[in-house]
């Protein structure tokens, strides 16, 4: 079973910067497609990105260019670096691991972008 910890959420002026981190256990990390997810209020859950075990990655539209998504897999760790963020940024951020037809979740970080 893999578990996902995710930290680095909270509250943050717009124009600010924030880091997100997500640990997993187990032994399947550095095989899997890493990637964060948010749900903004009263929106569906969207993409943010992910990132595959060979570096390759996506991000989702709303993002490009402001965030940056890394991983370790030494640390079996994936990152997401969050810069000039907008009001709209406000969501709970998940941290996602898919591995063989399996997503794996993390239990979600709320960051909060208010002036």
């Known amino acids: 079973q893999v578990q996902l910890v995710e930290s680095g959420g909270g509250l943050v002026q717009p124009g600010g910067s924030l880091r997100l981190s997500c640990a997993a256990s187990?032994?399947?990390?550095?095989?899997?497609?890493a990637g964060w997810y948010r749900q903004r209020p009263g929106k569906q859950r969207e993409l943010v990105g992910i990132?595959?075990?060979?570096?390759?990655?996506k991000y989702g539209s709303s993002v490009q260019g402001r965030f940056n998504i890394s991983r370790d897999n030494a640390k079996s760790t994936v990152y997401l670096q969050m810069n000039n963020l907008e009001l709209e940024d406000t969501a709970v951020y998940y941290c996602?691991?898919?591995?063989?037809?399996?997503?794996?979740w993390g239990e979600g970080t709320l960051v909060t972008v208010s002036s």
């Open positions: 996602n691991v898919y591995f063989v037809g399996v997503d794996y």
């Open positions: 187990g032994s399947i990390f550095s095989n899997s497609v």
């Open positions: 990132i595959t075990r060979l570096g390759v990655i």
